[in-house]
């Protein structure tokens, strides 16, 4: 077979165009990163250092002198140690109900049921159209959940394109493994615990990573639905320190005394880490599942 003049010239380039765009490829990829990188290394650096050396950098990225004065004020606040408390509970059981309310619908809306189709049409018209802010606040208020901690929890036990998505997946399983535990006498509850669940994996630890998240980061359900500051979750104190810019009274009362209390800003940034680690340290735990997860319900064969 005789290659033309032109296909020569392209297999001649082709290793060189490919070695470059794999070297601006990656230089673009360590550029974004260190643009991301930079702020949470100042939050970092600001949170342990000292108040001259604070005030003396314009940009601070590694501090020269350990200061361990603002963690010791914020740890030794009751509010802010119950709200984190609040937070990790809410993490925990809202995931939890989210997870369960989800793939117990999932699977469901995939079985050949009375009304199906328009519970799908349900759900994809949710997708489209919400109740709005004003009659989610009625509804919580009038099933008695306001000022309790299941209001950040209850009203978003399903998020419907998480629901839609699952339902790919479980769709993508092929029926042969279902009709083969109907076979061994399995009903419809132990084929979705012993064999769905099991061989879901990937789609569960994205969606708990993606409702966890939810959780731990929101912070507009507690200034809805809590009058009660001692049911605050940690971004609402957070919050409140930043915007307020006066942490010494955002976070009550501090059980040590300090004869020099840490500044406001080095307060503030201690804060922010503490309130930011505990979700970054969950993420490589999922990490392996996440990357199988994210392509979930795009391919169905």
């Known amino acids: 077979m005789k290659i033309s003049r032109g296909e020569r010239r392209l297999t001649i380039r082709s290793p060189f165009l490919s070695a470059a765009f794999d070297i601006v490829n990656s230089l673009m990829l360590v550029l ?21 050396e604070y005030m003396s950098s314009d940009l601070l990225l590694w501090p020269n002198e350990w200061v361990l004065d603002s963690y010791r004020y914020i740890f030794a606040s009751k509010s802010f140690i119950r709200s984190l408390g609040v937070t990790i509970f809410i993490t925990i059981i809202g995931t939890l109900v989210n997870l369960a309310f989800t793939s117990a619908m999932a699977y469901g809306l995939t079985r050949k049921l009375p009304g199906q189709s328009f519970m799908l049409f349900l759900v994809l ?17 009038e099933t008695g959940l306001l000022n309790s901690l299941w209001a950040l929890i209850i009203p978003s036990a399903i998020a419907p394109f998480n ?10 399983i092929p029926e042969e493994l279902n009709e083969a535990a109907y076979i061994d006498g399995a009903n419809e509850l132990t084929t979705f615990f012993k064999v769905i669940l099991p061989l879901s994996k990937p789609a569960l630890a994205t969606f708990c990573l993606f409702y966890a998240v939810g959780h731990w980061n929101n912070y507009f359900a507690g200034i809805l639905y809590l009058n009660d500051p001692t049911l605050w979750p940690i971004q609402v104190i957070l919050r409140q320190i930043v915007l307020l810019n006066d942490p010494m009274n955002s976070l009550g009362s501090v059980t040590m005394m300090m004869e020099n209390p ?3 800003e080095t307060i503030q940034m ?3 880490l503490v309130a930011t680690l505990p979700i970054l340290i969950v993420y490589p735990f999922l990490q392996k599942h996440f990357a199988k997860g994210v392509m979930i319900g795009s391919v169905k064969g």
Do not use: C, D, E, N
């Open 32 to 52: 974004i990163g260190t643009v991301m990188v930079i702020p949470f290394l100042y939050i970092f650096a600001v949170s342990f250092s000292s108040l001259h």
């Open 125 to 141: 018209f949710t997708v489209l159209f919400s109740a709005g802010m004003i009659p989610t606040y009625m509804i919580v208020k």
């Open 163 to 172: 629901l839609i998505v699952m339902r790919q997946f479980f769709l993508g």
């Open 262 to 264: 840490p500044p406001p």
């Open 270 to 272: 201690a804060a922010t």
